[in-house]
């Protein structure tokens, strides 16, 4: 705790009046650009992984990245992601799984949550993930499993996610996109899900054009 509290000073004193006016719009609204739903993994850091600002993100986080489907029961990642696309209306969903994640190691090995009753009921909600592992993965290595694991979860929850009404209807109006991530920890890469092939690509090929697009406003911006 000494630690933290000290980086607290640090940011009273170094980091908030660098970025003064920043703060000071912030403090009348927010327009971030992007619901990011992740893990509640430690060492995933959102805005180091995204180089964003505060304000940017709107962030949801739980074990596993995971977003029950839609029901009439309210749930905390349900209120949040109605708000978000509801009121905040975020152009853009942005589903963030990761490598070594323990979530999706329970829910693969579910005998090794067991003594964990809201874990194990949590888990469920990415147990077709599971499912599908087990039925087309079944010759594949662990870490290979594993992998098509943390993607088919991403995909699960984003097929969750379009049963929210809210999302489902700005879907519909292209008023929302939706993206699957999923973060390699180790070696920083980043793949996202091309709907069209039905895979994951590295980011920079995904969004090859709207890199472009934004590298292009930011040298024409004036200095």
Not at 126 to 141: M, T, Y
Not at 144 to 151: A, G, P, Q, S, V
Not at 153 to 179: E, F, I, K, S, W
Request: proline residues 5%.
């Amino acid at each position: 705790m000494p630690r933290f509290a000290a980086g607290v000073v640090r940011f009273q004193t170094e980091i908030y009046p660098e970025k003064r006016e920043l703060f000071e719009q912030l403090s009348t609204g927010q327009a971030p650009e992007a619901l990011f739903i992740t893990c509640s993994d430690s060492r995933i850091e959102t805005a180091m992984l995204t180089q964003t600002q505060p304000g940017d993100l709107f962030i949801c986080r739980n074990a596993g990245n995971i977003v029950p489907p839609h029901t009439s029961q309210t749930g905390g990642m349900t209120a949040s992601i109605e708000f978000a696309v509801a009121v905040l209306e975020v152009p853009h969903i942005v589903i963030c799984g990761h490598t070594e994640c323990g979530a999706m190691k329970g829910a693969m090995a579910v005998e090794t949550v067991a003594a964990l009753p809201h874990v194990s009921q949590w888990l469920g909600y990415a147990k077709a993930a599971v499912d599908i592992v087990d039925r087309i993965g079944a010759d594949l290595s662990d870490a290979d499993r594993m992998t098509m694991l943390l993607e088919q979860n991403v995909m699960l929850q984003l097929h969750h996610l379009r049963t929210h009404p809210c999302v489902a209807a700005r879907v519909a109006a292209g008023a929302l996109q939706l993206h699957g991530w999923v973060y390699d920890i180790k070696t920083g890469g980043v793949s996202a899900l091309d709907e069209a092939q039905n895979r994951f690509v590295p980011v920079p090929e995904r969004y090859a054009r709207e890199i472009s697009a934004h590298i292009g406003q930011t040298h024409n911006c004036p200095a």
